[in-house]
């Protein structure tokens, strides 16, 4: 890694956040860096860096495709990592600004997609190829609407899920890897399916001594996650996050069955 990328990586983590987005913003760091070393810019700290090297960067995957909305993602990870290290007046500078880069006027509407059946199997079945406790957090994120995060750690909750299922529970307490560290509670759209996963995931990590993904700690586990589902298919507009918007739409079904309006069911759904 070369010292920019270790510079930036640094600073992307003081920035703070949720493991995602400090993960993005690391991820991101190393593209820098690399597109940096590629047009062979000597840049070394990102107290060095200037504007027209960020805008090379960003006309670049303009030039390659990319959607607005990524690389306005993009740009907002950049101005954190400049913010962090001091350099307010370019992370504020108009010269980088989404107008001046030419990336101004995305909208979020349409941008989170469902995964379809079809193509959620396809990705099942080749996570299962490689790894059996990854195929297991994949299909309790999809079966029970789990954010990344919490599908990576929910190896702590299987027993208290198999015991609550057990006696007829309807919602389920999602504790550990939470957005904010907040608890909450996830409904049960379909018993079998989540019973059945449930029962799978407990008998792999009885095997891996209590572990899913068996990695030494947080942040390699979610590398994995990331870095493996990206390989065989989630990436673009069916990222990981996809897993869950089908579930949302699982639930919102299941609240206007019930009895709820749509508008109701929206509401309620979590």
């Not at 960003?58 to 909305?69: M, N, P, T, Y």
């Not at 959620?120 to 190829?129: S, T």
Request: positive net charge; glycine residues 8%; charged residues 25%.
């Amino acid at each position: 890694m070369s010292r920019l990328a270790q510079d930036m990586k640094k600073l992307a983590h003081r920035a703070g956040g949720s493991h995602k987005t400090v993960h993005d913003r690391e991820q991101m760091a190393q593209r820098f860096a690399r597109h940096l070393l590629a047009q062979n810019i000597q840049v070394t700290s990102t107290c060095q860096l200037k504007a027209r090297h960020i805008a090379g960067y960003i006309h670049e995957w303009l030039a390659q495709g990319i959607s607005l909305r990524t690389l306005q993602n993009e740009m907002a990870m950049v101005r954190s990592i400049l913010a962090e290290a001091g350099r307010t007046q370019l992370s504020q500078s108009e010269l980088i600004s989404n107008q001046s880069l030419g990336i101004s006027g995305a909208s979020c509407d349409g941008t989170h997609r469902a995964i379809p059946d079809a193509l959620y199997h396809q990705v099942l079945d080749r996570v299962h190829h490689i790894d059996a406790g990854l195929a297991a957090s994949l299909q309790l994120a999809r079966v029970m609407g789990l954010r990344g995060q919490e599908a990576v750690q929910c190896c702590q909750s299987l027993k208290t899920w198999d015991k609550q299922l057990e006696k007829g529970a309807e919602r389920l307490p999602v504790i550990f890897g939470t957005k904010g560290g907040r608890p909450r509670m996830t409904q049960v759209t379909d018993r079998e399916a989540v019973r059945q996963a449930v029962k799978e995931a407990l008998g792999i990590a009885g095997e891996r001594n209590g572990h899913l993904i068996d990695k030494p700690d947080l942040k390699s586990a979610m590398d994995y996650w990331h870095n493996h589902l990206r390989d065989t298919g989630l990436t673009g507009e069916y990222s990981p996050h996809s897993l869950r918007y089908a579930w949302a739409q699982d639930a919102i079904r299941y609240y206007e069955e019930q009895g709820l309006s749509h508008k109701e069911a929206l509401a309620v759904t979590s």
